[in-house]
Structures are given as structure tokens and as C-alpha cells.
């Protein structure tokens, strides 16, 4: 199984919205709507932010949200602020039933 | 609120058996239809599956880690553990454990193995 394809880094201001991509194969993100995100700060065990493609945990801000078109998922964060500053992770259930997760993208608030 | 803490040997020497311990706290690991779960993370890369166990005992396994790896369940000691054999430096990493269904919900803080001579 081959990691799905996030960008390495990716950045922005206070106040912006951005959108990281998560892509893979109908085998994977495309086949399943069990697609996740974590966000990872520096020294830290991931934490999860999105589940089953679009869901939010209690207690994680209404800022993100997921979505899903073919065989790409989507992570976006509104009106970022300095703590979302961090790694994030996609990950998605596969047809081996495995899991495979993306490199990860680094988040810089500028 | 169910937490999880892994223990393991921290450094170890190629061609070793790397044995890591998850015990899980205020709750019990047989209730549930749960999937336990361990994933490692190489310094400065990604996040990569190693595999799972279910309550019922049945596992599932990276194709990529498949020959070098079991994961087995322990319910009288409330934890789950993992056995990787012959590592090498190339299984350097921090070891999470962690709870799955549709997602992972619950981590570890991590446990970091480094494999060296």
C-alpha cells in the first residue's frame, strides 16, 4: 500500500482559511468514507480532529471541517490563529482492511 | 476517561525482538468493539500503520511489516502489546499505541525506540 499524498508544508496568515489535500486511490480515501485528520504538535501524540470524512470530535472547533470529492479528502481550517500551528495528518481505511496515512503536512501561521 | 501509556526497552541492537507493552487505564480493553491499535513515527516523517487487534483477538497487519510482526491482547492485565523481530535501524521511531474504530480517538504519549549497535 502506498502512503497517500499530502503537501509537505503549507502556510498562512491570522484570519485565513486554507485547505490541505489528502489524496490516494479508489482503494483507499476513494472507496471508503472512513478518512481521518490528526493535528500534531511538536513533541506531542497526534490528536484527532475529523473523523469519518466530515465529523468533528467533541470539542474540536467548529474551524475545521472535512470533505471528500473522489479519491482526494480535504482538511480546511477558517479564520486560523497561532495555536493551529502543527502537523497534520490524513489517514484512510483501505480494501486489505489496513489503514495508510499521508507524509503529513507542516503548518506555518505566518 | 480511558487512557493508554506505553512501555517498552527505549534502545535496542539489530536483529533483536522489540517487545512494547499499551496499558490501558479507567476502563476496561474487552468492552467495546474496539480496534487496539499500534502506529510508529520515524523522526521528522510521517505516521505509519503497523497494525491492530480486536477485542475478539483478531488481527490485522501492514503487508509491509506482515512476516516481522505480532500484535496480542492481554484482558487479565487490561493491555495489548507488540512483538517486532530482527529490527533494525530503520524501525527507529516513536511507537504510539492507540484506540480505533472509524478513527484513532484515543494516544498514547509515545514511547521512543532506538535501534543501534
Known amino acids: 500500500q502506498s502512503a497517500l499524498t499530502q503537501p509537505a508544508s503549507m502556510s498562512g496568515s491570522p484570519g485565513q482559511s486554507i485547505t490541505i489535500s489528502c489524496t490516494g486511490t479508489s482503494s483507499d480515501v476513494g472507496g471508503f468514507n472512513y478518512v481521518s485528520w490528526y493535528q500534531q504538535h511538536s513533541g506531542k501524540a497526534p490528536k484527532l480532529m475529523i473523523f469519518?470524512?466530515?465529523k468533528r470530535p467533541s470539542g474540536v472547533s467548529d474551524r475545521f471541517s472535512g470533505s471528500k470529492s473522489g479519491n482526494t479528502a480535504s482538511l480546511t481550517i477558517s479564520g486560523l490563529q497561532a495555536e493551529d500551528e502543527a502537523d497534520y495528518h490524513c489517514t484512510s481505511y483501505t480494501s486489505g482492511s489496513t489503514w495508510v496515512f499521508g507524509g503529513g503536512t507542516k503548518l506555518t501561521v505566518l | 476517561q480511558v487512557q493508554l501509556q506505553e512501555s517498552g526497552p527505549g534502545l535496542m541492537k539489530p536483529s533483536q525482538t522489540l517487545s512494547l507493552t499499551c496499558s490501558v487505564s479507567?476502563?476496561?480493553?474487552?468492552?467495546?468493539?474496539?480496534?487496539w491499535t499500534w502506529i510508529r513515527q520515524p523522526a521528522g516523517k510521517g505516521l505509519e500503520w503497523i497494525g491492530r487487534i480486536h477485542t475478539t483477538g483478531r488481527t490485522t497487519y501492514n503487508p509491509s511489516l506482515n512476516s516481522r510482526v505480532t500484535i496480542s491482547l492481554d484482558t487479565s492485565k487490561n493491555q495489548f502489546s507488540l512483538s517486532l523481530n530482527s529490527v533494525t535501524a530503520a524501525d527507529t521511531a516513536v511507537y504510539y499505541c492507540?484506540?480505533?474504530?472509524?478513527?484513532?480517538?484515543?494516544w498514547g504519549q509515545g514511547t521512543m525506540v532506538t535501534v543501534s549497535s
Open positions: 479507567s476502563g476496561s480493553i474487552s468492552s467495546g468493539s474496539y480496534y
Open positions: 492507540a484506540r480505533g474504530m472509524s478513527a484513532f480517538d484515543l
Open positions: 469519518d470524512v466530515n
